[in-house]
């Protein structure tokens, strides 16, 4: 599920400057959906971790920690979804990391993905079959009740800092509501830089087996 996508694909060329396209909203806001299109559409995408193991949001801090930008080694690639990691000792939500990204891909395209708040939060309790949940309470020391409503006040403080943020800053960016808003939304956006067919978009890990027995085995794909 987790695919490196090669350059071969339909009607995208992408070049060595084509600009990166950065998901940074939560998981269970469509990530995988958003992903499927761009491979879809024949640019390079990478959704949680590479086929070989390497989990894009682990990566990103040990390159940020050895002073090198955050995509650093992920060579090819133009579109990043689902940066993020969850086990029971640590949760990295990449997409908290927005200016960080900004400052380092200025020129990116900054793609945030919103919904309902409450059914955010239930989608992420129900994800896995409740072990998702389970492992952020592990994390945390929180009780379900806790977890949930500490995840209701990072949904809140994430949407009110990412748009402050980017209602003034030079910036390539999309507040896409999963609720609202359709593809050709998206395509429209990329238009300058991509083509996108708005038929290759989805719903999909609405339950999802592989993602459920990755997280049962502790590798801590977030959805």
């Not at 400057?17 to 761009?38: V, Y």
């Not at 920690?65 to 939500?93: C, H, T, W, Y």
């Not at 992420?124 to 995840?151: I, P, Q, V, Y």
Request: with cysteine; glycine share 8%; charged share 20%.
């Amino acid at each position: 599920m987790t695919v490196l996508t090669p350059y071969s694909k339909r009607q995208n060329t992408p070049r060595a400057t084509s600009p990166l396209i950065i998901q940074i909203g939560f998981n269970r806001c469509g990530t995988l959906s958003f992903h499927r299109m761009m491979k879809d559409n024949g640019i390079p995408a990478l959704h949680w971790q590479e086929p070989g193991g390497r989990n894009v949001a682990q990566t990103m801090l040990n390159n940020l920690s050895f002073g090198r930008k955050p995509f650093d080694g992920f060579d090819g690639v133009l579109a990043f979804s689902d940066i993020a990691f969850l086990n029971g000792q640590i949760m990295i939500e990449g997409g908290r990391l927005f200016r960080t990204l900004h400052a380092a891909y200025p020129d990116a395209y900054f793609f945030f993905n919103t919904r309902d708040k409450s059914d955010w939060i239930a989608s992420r309790a129900a994800h896995a079959n409740g072990t998702f949940l389970k492992r952020f309470c592990k994390m945390s020391g929180l009780d379900e009740a806790d977890a949930k409503a500490a995840w209701g006040e990072m949904f809140d403080q994430h949407t009110a800092e990412v748009q402050s943020y980017f209602a003034t800053a030079t910036a390539r960016f999309l507040r896409f509501d999963l609720d609202h808003d359709g593809p050709e939304k998206i395509a429209d956006w990329l238009a300058p830089d991509y083509t996108i067919d708005t038929a290759h978009w989805g719903h999909y890990n609405k339950n999802s087996r592989s993602r459920d027995m990755r997280v049962l085995e502790g590798q801590g794909a977030l959805g």
